[in-house]
């Protein structure tokens, strides 16, 4: 199949990308026709978005609370209908938990006032983007999942999408289709955090070499239903309990319209506990009195996860290559001090269309030429804002206390700090074994009990996340070495998997003292915190089947 443009992922990245280089080639020969420009008319390009749920939107989770502003100029001059948010922010606040109490803080620190912001699900505002780029004539394709990159020396040419009707040992089945190639002119990366083939393209082409390692945190995230008159737009988030001072994160808690409540909690993958668990974490946080009254009477109607990449400016790769471009959170788009990343990726789609569409006028599609997208971010408010918090993320891998200290330094000295950039080591090497965590002291096995209604095990918040894969396919998680999992980890660190994954994929069987490791793949929401924070670094998240994954509506 050969299209123009094709675009991997139906994030807000991709979608915004399609639909302004749309723009872009319309209002080109718009103004040729009228004789206000002068040069070539443009053929109508073929732009394809590809992507691997069950619809768009399927796998879609965020926050969110988006600032308005990129989605405003990117729709502006074509016919659409409002966005669809839930609803204008009308109070926001930052609460400090300790076990028992929530206090709620005097003052709101700048980057978490959203005044002027919107309540939304991303499901429901890429759903929406889909339908723009459809009215537009842009092909949208759901459960087509690229599985890997077309390549023609180190020139990106396409990618070639996921087999269909495999059976566990890789054999055809009767169903079975093999992947079409998909060869484009431009190739658009927008994956979502840690993308399977921007991360291929990132490691053979260089494209990280000098920056910092990405960081990470994993966001989990429960919608409840809940009884009375819940105004939408209320925007809370928290610091401390259920977290100590030694993990970066916190938790927040929106409200939506329909007596719809998020509420979730984001925990920096660069922890030192092999026993983290951020399902738990959640869990523990609706216990909270000041939690636990807002959901009286509720009932938990959805829960996901994703990983969140926040390093920022210095761990962005190179945006381009010869025929490829990356964008949103695949290129790390996100300002981690804000907690927001729709806007930027937006505006990186917007900026990637443009530098293609300069490629379709030189009718060149080499690095060179489409490192226009670099630059335009690098003279943009888009890099501005990253760069005022360039080092904040980083500062918190010295503890909650210091981070606080340096992300006021930075504050002032516009990103700098005393150190830049701050120093950092890649979230998994962070890790401690658990002879350096607990001594000599014998391990005990977290526990907490979940009474089924406010607190729910993995397995039952996973119901609803509406997860599903073929389960007669080849596992889409691979372990390289099982053995290393079996023997090493076991003793090592525990088997973390069993506790960071949260979704229930890893399980030890225990056979006396030893452990079997048991890869539940079909479990899997997508939230890639398995291949961030392996410390062994030997699981490799690849491309299920098309359709398989989660099936978020809301999110
Ligand atoms: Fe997330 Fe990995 Fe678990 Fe899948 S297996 S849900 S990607 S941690």
Partial sequence: ??????????????????????????????????????????????????????????????????????????????????????????????????????????????????????????????????????????????????????????????????????????????????????????????EGPRGTLSETAVRRLGLAEGRQPQLYAVGVKEIWQVPGDLEPGVVYHTMGFPLGTEEFGGGFIYSMQDNLLDIGMVVGLDHEDPQMDCHRLLQQFKTHPWVREMLEGGKPVSYGAKAIPEGGYYAMPRLYADGLLIVGDSAGFLNSQR??????????????????????????????????????????????????????????????????????????????????????????????????????????????????????????????????????QPAHLKVLDPDICDNRCTIEYGNPCQYFCPANVYEILREKSAGKLQVNFSNCVHCKTCEIMDPYQIIRWTTPEGGGGPNWKLM
């Fill in 339 to 472: 907690l927001k990343g729709i806007h930027l990726a937006v505006r990186s789609g917007m900026m990637a269309a443009e530098a293609i569409f300069d490629a379709f006028l030189k009718d060149e599609f080499s690095a060179s030429t489409l490192q226009g997208y670099q630059d335009r971010f690098e003279a943009s408010e888009a890099r501005r804002e990253l760069w005022r918090v360039r080092n904040f993320r980083q500062s918190f891998q010295s503890g909650f206390w210091r981070g606080m200290f340096h992300a006021g330094l930075q504050y002032v000295t516009g990103g700098r700090g005393l150190k830049d950039p701050f120093p950092i080591r890649p979230g998994h090497a962070r890790m401690r074994s658990l002879r350096e965590r607990f001594g000599d002291v014998p391990v005990r096995e977290p526990r907490m009990k979940f009474d089924g209604k406010l607190t729910l095990d993995k397995l039952s918040a996973l119901y609803l996340s509406d997860t599903a894969h073929e389960e007669d």
């Fill in 1 to 190: 199949m050969e299209v123009d443009v094709l675009l991997v992922g139906a994030g807000p990245a991709s979608l915004a990308a399609a639909l302004h280089l749309k723009k872009l080639f319309n209002r080109h020969n718009r103004l040729l026709e009228s004789g206000e420009a002068s040069g070539r008319r443009l053929e109508d390009p073929v732009i394809l978005v590809v992507e691997k749920g069950k619809e768009v939107g399927a796998h879609a989770l965020s926050g969110a609370v988006v600032d308005p502003q990129a989605i405003e100029e990117l729709i502006e001059g074509i016919e659409a209908e409002a966005p669809p948010y839930e609803s204008p922010v009308i109070e926001d606040a930052l609460y400090i938990l300790t076990k028992r109490q929530a206090y709620r803080s005097s003052i709101t620190p700048p980057p978490l006032r959203n005044h002027g912001c919107y309540v939304a699900s991303l499901g429901k505002l890429v759903s929406w983007l889909a339908g723009l780029c459809e009215a537009q004539g842009i092909d949208v394709f759901p459960e087509f999942p690229a599985a890997e990159l077309l390549w023609e020396g180190n020139v990106v040419r396409g990618a070639r999408m996921g087999d269909k009707g495999r059976d566990h040992e890789g054999a055809p089945k009767s169903n079975y289709e093999p992947g079409i190639e998909v060869f484009a002119k431009a190739t658009v990366l927008g």
